[in-house]
Every structure is written in structure tokens, then in C-alpha cells.
């Protein structure tokens, strides 16, 4: 079994620089192929926040029922797990659908196990934004064929709530939950769980090197 992979993290010049990029393709959360039709994230950041742009295929009508501060993970959804400096076990996650609706919580799992962690919904979502577009244009998000979604984290709403320093290394992943006419769970780094899907391995984080 290889390990999480290195992601380099640039630090961008502006807040509008993020489509410049490198994108990353999510393979499936067992460690198999993706889908045919990529979704890809561009991760960047600035002193102030960390950046996260998916661009996301997808295959109507797709599941959207939940609003802000609900269970949004259990609807078609992109995903950003941000790991505190030096402590990979404690780590913010934030969800977004395509209609917009938000979710957060502050996780702490040193045992890689939904049985042992502590979770705390509703945390670390101060100063969180999300800007969702998608085609057909004029259609309702549960008819969109492809969507696109950018992440505006605050640095000061995460565990640690500093920005990293040159070369840091912390942990992190992306994740994109594709809920149309088929259902698949996809991952920048792999879980190697998918019986059932689990997100919440911070031991299967990657890397990200900032800077």
C-alpha cells in the first residue's frame, strides 16, 4: 500500500489567481479509477485563507435536499478536510452542495474510527464562503450536468488559526460525493475505505506543502 501523495500547495498572488492552479483529479475513495468524467480541485492559498476550486461533472436530477447546517454531506456535495499544524488528528471539515447549503464541524479522530472520535458540528464555519455555478444555465442546481464550486477558507477558522509558514507540511484531502443517476464517493487521496465509504481516515491525508 503507498502512502498519501505530496500535494504542493502554491501561494497565490491574489484571490482571483486560483483557476491558474494546478488541478488534481480525484480517483475513487478505495483507490480505484475515477469516473470517466473528471472532477478535479485547484488548491492555493494566501495569508488570510485557503482556496479550493472542484470542478465537478455530474449526472442529473441530483440530490439536493438539505440546507445550511444540515446533514449536506448526504446530499451530491464537494468536500475539504483541513488537518491543525502538527496534530493530523484534529481537523476541520466543510461541505458545500450545489444549491449552496454549508456544513462544518471540528473532528477529532486519532484512532482513524467513528467510534472512538469526537465531533463537533457547526464549528469552524466563521468567515466561510462558497461561490456555486453551473450548466445548463437558468436550470435549477438538481439539472446541472457539470458544476463548479470555490472554497474561501479563513486561516483563523481553522484548527491552529494561523497561516502556514514556507515549505510546511500539514494534512489534508478533497473529497466530491457525486449523488445523480449513480452514486460515487471520490478522494484527492485515497481512504482505501469504501465498504462502507469513509471519508474520516486522517492517517490517509495528504500531504500539502505550502508555498
Known sequence: MTGPPAVHVPRLVADDAIP??????????GGGAGPAARTTVRLGFTADAFFALFEA???????????????????????????????????????????????GARVRNPDDSRATWQLAP?????????????????????????????????????????PPGAREERRGNAYRIARGRTTRFLALSPTLRDRPP?????TRFARFTFG
Do not use: M
Open 198 to 202: 469513509d471519508f474520516h481516515v486522517p
Open 122 to 162: 457547526g464549528e469552524g464555519l466563521a468567515g466561510v464562503s462558497a461561490e456555486v455555478s453551473g450548466v445548463p444555465r437558468g436550470k435549477a442546481p438538481s439539472e446541472w450536468n457539470h458544476w463548479r464550486c470555490l472554497l474561501r477558507i479563513p486561516w483563523a477558522s481553522l484548527p491552529g488559526g494561523r
Open 20 to 29: 491558474n492552479a494546478p488541478a488534481h483529479v480525484l480517483a475513487d475513495v
Open 57 to 103: 461533472p455530474a449526472e442529473p436530477p441530483l440530490t439536493l435536499t438539505r440546507a445550511s447546517g444540515g446533514e449536506v454531506f448526504l446530499d451530491e456535495c464537494v468536500e475539504v478536510f483541513l488537518a491543525s499544524p502538527g496534530t493530523p488528528s484534529l481537523y476541520q471539515e466543510i461541505v458545500v452542495s450545489p444549491a449552496g447549503a454549508l456544513y
